[in-house]
Nanobody
């Protein structure tokens, strides 16, 4: 059974940092594209960042230069380091896995999803 479990969310002041983790189990995800998405209340789920099998990464413009996605193949875990957080970063953050190798930014392209972790940034 494939499972993605996010952790690391919480409450932080503007300008602060958080690191989210996504632990994958049930299969080896080394060839998968692993993405982070977020959803704020009343808004659609939006793309944040993705890392593919080669290590290439891609970011939404809104987080470029502030967020960094990385993966530990041995631990089957993906991370999202979030720095210089802003109140508009407040959302539930989801980890997702796509078995195809390319970079994709639409939620509909991802097959597996975690339950999400809440990130709240206070002003």
């Amino acid at each position: 059974q494939v499972q993605l479990v996010e952790s690391g969310g919480g409450l932080v002041q503007a300008g602060g940092s958080l690191r989210l983790s996504c632990a994958a189990s049930g299969r080896t995800f080394s060839s998968y594209a692993m993405g982070w998405f977020r959803q704020a209340p009343g808004k659609e789920r939006e793309f944040v960042a993705v890392i593919i099998w080669s290590g290439n990464t891609y970011y939404a413009d809104s987080v470029k230069g502030r967020f960094t996605i990385s993966r530990d193949f041995a631990k089957n875990t993906v991370y999202l380091q979030m720095n210089s957080l802003k109140p508009e970063d407040t959302a539930v953050y989801y980890c997702a896995a796509d078995p195809r190798r390319g970079i994709r930014t639409s939620p509909v392209d991802y097959e597996y999803w975690g339950q999400g972790t809440q990130v709240t940034v206070s002003s």
